[in-house]
């Protein structure tokens, strides 16, 4: 257990500058079915039951017992429920609470439990929580299944108790479930205890209230602890009175709720037999795991699939996976750590505090929204629209977390598209746009074959094809540190450019790293990223050219229709829906560029330089001081959190030097040619004016309101995802105000779920209705991140006059 101490003690240090206090925190968030957060987080964690990401309860207890004084400490949950005030063998006592630290894939709850004399200090408890968030192994992140490490210091002994129940595997509190406990061979005959839980009758594809209806609960520890399962009170009530389990295994089955069966595990901690300190420290490792099998139904090019986990594609069954897992402890936590702790270095340097926090909360969160499927020949990424209809693979959610995905990990934002482009290659989507999503609702991507899904045709348009240069920008540069994820340039790069089997960004070539198995290879760079993106693009030329097509005829005056922000309602001629279309037809040209076509490219660079000036011309305010909300509303202004795109994309270039990367996908990133191959744009004529930055910059900064931007003139609400977006392309006084009072919010915030991105900026800053949380937009609020590495940094040095003493001149 020597390396469960090293690393338990580094779980300890992870966030010692959390500041901010949100009303919720993650636990164990790995997927929409395995969501479990801390209720009330502001209060001490003994005061709710731990919830699903729904808001509903669900059975996640822990209690302390001191040997030496008879008393027994809730911890989590509410299992003191359970137990008679003045109960014989006990007393009911109460921890202090000394709060919650968090990281990216962290969170640890710390207490400090007291002894019954004065020459005893005080032992310290922390439950560690880890998720964690591995962008050099997709492997590692494809496993549903997360840890909790208790880890204890103190001088004197503690008996620590955790159980679960039925609630873990199902909605319907009525539903019959069934257990057993396995035990499982691994280092020289030793034994991992596994408690598996799962309903009677399964229901494939089925939700209640969200939670699946199909799976199996995997909740596992180290053969040294004390097992067993029945009546959460008696239990409960046995671990107080003797600190201790009867290893015995309840044979009745029956429904969650009908004496409620619990899963249960205790740890005796021998501290004060130590003798080589006054103080001993010690710790024990769980996992938790809910494991399905298939995961979704896909509409695929060769008709409705049942689609497997992708973990499969390396562990030959359940227990294999289960036992990888939980002796993997060690690297998952390394891999987790180094992310978190160059997350918080890049946040910092935005020049807020609480930039740091936000963007750890925002990790997990846009993770646990998705499920890794398909094979390493062709992984695949699916994503459920969470809190706010439960649609699948939803164009304009993935939009907004797409910041996420290319700052973290390229790759991933390859496996939440595929799906969409495999389904509308094979024909089964009439339309001449882009479709909204995949399925009505998770996990049932069946498509719309007439077409008939939520109409928001510039805006899904617009959003692929921003998406799609993107992700070729991702794969176009030179050395490691110009590629827009640092993690993403790590690896050999082998890649395969003549295969005709396995995708264009296959997990064929897992790799060891400074001793650790099973990582990525490198993400595109150099020659290798030019062959991805061409074989990538080949294969879907037709589609982005179709969906280009439709915005030359239907962006620049958009008719009444749906923006992503769909709960505002439908609205004719909005000013920042029809400049996302604009960038889009402009993406579509470095595309065009990138496939050799070019009078494609030509054609669409003209239209979209055209159509930029007359937006002009029809979006600003006749005052020139900021956009208004559509053509035609006079006296409005609106969030233009499209001018991110333009910025991301390149489109504002800094100096000279400055090469697209189409150019650098021809001809390579280590000389700019003496020829290029098709018109380059001079290095200062942005597509975007600079004076447009700048105006929305200041207007920003007088329509600001006590807990951030409002989203436009129409109500006092914000889209936290789209405030983030104009954060970064606005000045760094700008930008302060709106994380500050981001930050703000997120402290004084009367909600109740995890991080909403809708919410009012007056009041208690609580939901406006809808209600929306949990959802993986929040992916955006790495919008700056992203743009800090974008095209090798020209993104953010493009933006260097918003800080400068003349921008306002731009005016």
């Excluded at 062709?378 to 629209?385: A, C, G, I, R, V």
């Excluded at 800094?654 to 996908?665: E, K, R």
């Excluded at 800090?788 to 260097?800: D, F, I, S, V």
């Amino acid at each position: 257990m020597r390396f469960l101490l090293a690393a338990a003690a580094t779980l300890l240090a992870v966030a010692d500058a959390s500041t901010l206090t949100p009303p919720v925190l993650p636990l164990i968030v790995r997927n929409p079915y395995l969501s479990t957060w801390l209720n009330n987080a502001r209060d001490v964690p003994w005061s709710r039951w731990p919830m699903f990401w729904t808001g509903q309860e669900i059975g996640f207890s822990v209690l302390a017992s001191v040997p030496d004084t008879g008393a027994v400490y809730p911890l989590l949950g509410r299992p003191q429920d359970s137990l008679e005030a003045g109960g014989e063998g006990y007393n009911i006592s109460f921890p202090t609470y000394l709060g919650a630290k968090y990281d990216a894939s962290v969170t640890n709850l710390t207490y400090s439990i007291p002894h019954n004399t004065s020459i005893q200090k005080p032992l310290e408890l922390v439950l560690s929580f880890l998720s964690p968030v591995t962008p050099t192994s997709t492997l590692r992140q494809s496993i549903p299944a997360a840890y909790l490490t208790v880890y204890v210091r103190g001088s004197f002994d503690v008996d620590v108790y955790i159980d679960l129940n039925g609630q873990w595997v199902s909605g319907d509190r009525s539903s019959k479930i069934t257990w057993e406990l396995e035990q499982t061979n691994y280092e020289d005959a030793k034994k991992l205890k596994t408690w598996k839980v799962k309903r009677q009758g399964e229901q494939l594809f089925t939700e209640w209230n969200d939670r699946a209806e199909w799976g199996m609960l995997h909740f596992s520890s180290p053969g040294d602890v004390r097992h067993e399962s029945g009546t959460s009170a008696l239990l409960r009530q046995r671990f107080s009175r003797t600190g201790t389990l009867q290893d015995e295994v309840d044979g009745m089955f029956r429904s969650i709720m009908d004496e409620e069966p619990v899963f249960a595990f205790s740890k005796s901690f021998k501290l004060g037999s130590n003798t080589t300190s006054s103080s001993g420290t010690d710790s024990v490792l769980f996992t938790i795991a809910h494991i399905q099998d298939p995961v979704v139904q896909y509409a695929s090019a060769r008709g409705l699939t049942y689609m497997r986990p992708l973990w499969k594609s390396w562990f030959f069954s359940d227990s294999a996976l289960i036992t990888y897992h939980y002796l993997d402890f060690h690297n998952a936590q390394s891999l987790a750590s180094n992310y978190s702790t160059q997350l918080a270095i890049d946040a910092y340097a935005s020049g807020s505090d609480s930039y740091v926090d936000i963007v750890a909360l925002s990790a997990r969160q846009t993770m646990g929204a998705t499920s890794f499927s398909g094979t390493v020949d062709n992984p695949l990424l699916f994503l459920k629209e969470i809190s706010s209809n439960g649609n699948s693979q939803t164009v304009d959610v993935i939009f907004p977390a797409f910041p996420f995905f290319l700052y973290t990990q390229p790759r991933w934002l390859a496996y939440l598209l595929e799906p969409l482009l495999e389904h509308m290659l094979s024909g089964q989507y009439p339309n001449k746009y882009t479709m909204h999503d995949l399925g009505y609702h998770f996990p049932n991507l069946t498509g719309h074959q007439h077409g008939n899904d939520e109409y928001m045709p510039v805006e899904e348009c617009g959003d692929m094809l921003i998406m799609g240069l993107a992700l070729v920008n991702s794969l176009s540069y030179g050395s490691g540190h110009e590629a827009p994820s640092i993690w993403s340039a790590l690896g050999s790069g082998d890649y395969n450019a003549e295969s005709t089997t396995e995708s264009v960004f296959a997990l064929s070539a897992l790799e060891v790293r400074d001793g650790i198995q099973g990582l990525d290879d490198r993400w595109g760079g150099e020659a290798m990223g030019a062959h991805q993106a061409k074989k990538w693009l080949g294969k879907s030329y037709r589609l982005w050219k179709q969906w280009t097509g439709y915005l030359v005829e239907f962006t620049l005056e958009p008719h009444n229709q749906l923006s992503t922000d769909d709960f505002a309602g439908w609205l004719a001629l909005q000013t920042n829906l029809a400049l996302k279309g604009i960038i889009g037809i402009k993406a579509m040209s470095e595309l065009a560029a990138i496939m050799d076509e070019e009078t494609d490219a030509t054609h669409y660079r003209n239209i979209s330089a055209v159509y930029i000036k007359r937006w002009e011309e029809l979006g600003i305010s006749r005052d020139g001081t900021h956009a208004k909300l559509a053509y035609d509303w006079y006296g409005s202004w609106t969030t233009l959190y499209s001018l991110y795109a333009d910025a991301v994309l390149c489109f504002h270039p800094s100096n000279a030097s400055f090469v697209s990367a189409s150019t650098i996908l021809k001809h390579g990133s280590g000389q700019t040619p003496m020829k290029p191959a098709h018109p380059k744009r001079p290095a200062h004529d942005n597509f975007i004016p600079s004076r447009i930055y700048a105006m929305q910059s200041t207007w920003y900064a007088a329509v600001m309101q006590k807990y951030g931007l409002p989203l436009d003139s129409r109500h006092l609400y914000a889209k936290s995802d789209w405030e983030f977006e104009v954060a970064a392309v606005s000045s760094r006084a700008t930008r302060s105000q709106i994380l500050d009072r981001v930050a703000k919010w997120l402290n004084e915030t009367e909600t109740d779920r995890p991080f909403t991105d809708l919410y009012n900026t007056e009041g208690k800053g609580g939901f406006p209705g809808p209600d929306f949380f949990a959802r993986p937009v929040v992916g955006a609020h790495f919008a700056f991140l992203t743009l800090e590495r974008a095209c090798g940094g020209a993104a953010r040095r493009g933006l260097a006059f918003l800080d400068e003493d003349g921008a306002r001149d731009e005016l």
